[in-house]
């Protein structure tokens, strides 16, 4: 089992920054590929960005390639995604999530085992 909490969201104008947080509990953080994917009002939960559980695999979602990041560090138990050149349609509740000893991308959320309850992000224009 394994609980993931995020953090890191909030209010920011076009054009700026954040970097959100993803902790989880547990001791095998590093046999888990974590996603982050987002949910705006009225739309389905769509993926962001992936890594695997090593760090040394990323993928991303064709609208943030370039302006976000997706890291990690095992030892502290925790991925990051850092956003930079931020867009108002970025606007959404931001969910990280793990996948068990399985390693390569996956953009459905179907593939994956745990979920955190979500940070909001808002792109002011």
């Known amino acids: 089992q394994v609980q993931l909490v995020e953090s890191g969201g909030g209010l920011v104008q076009a054009g700026g920054s954040l970097r959100l947080s993803c902790a989880a509990s547990?001791?095998?953080?590093?046999?888990?590929?974590m996603g982050w994917f987002r949910q705006a009002p009225g739309k389905e939960r769509e993926f962001v960005a992936h890594?695997?559980?090593?760090?040394?695999?990323?993928y991303y979602r064709d609208s943030v390639k370039g302006r976000f990041t997706i890291s990690r560090d095992n030892a502290k138990n925790t991925v990051y995604l850092q956003m930079n050149s931020l867009k108002p349609e970025d606007t959404s509740v931001y969910y990280c999530?793990?996948?068990?000893?399985?390693?390569?991308?996956?953009?459905?959320?179907?593939?994956?085992?745990?979920w955190g309850r979500g940070t909001q992000v808002t792109v002011s224009t």
């Open positions: 999530a793990a996948r068990f000893n399985r390693d390569e991308v996956a953009i459905s959320t179907t593939r994956y085992d745990y």
């Open positions: 547990g001791r095998t953080f590093s046999r888990y590929a």
């Open positions: 890594i695997g559980g090593s760090g040394g695999r990323t």
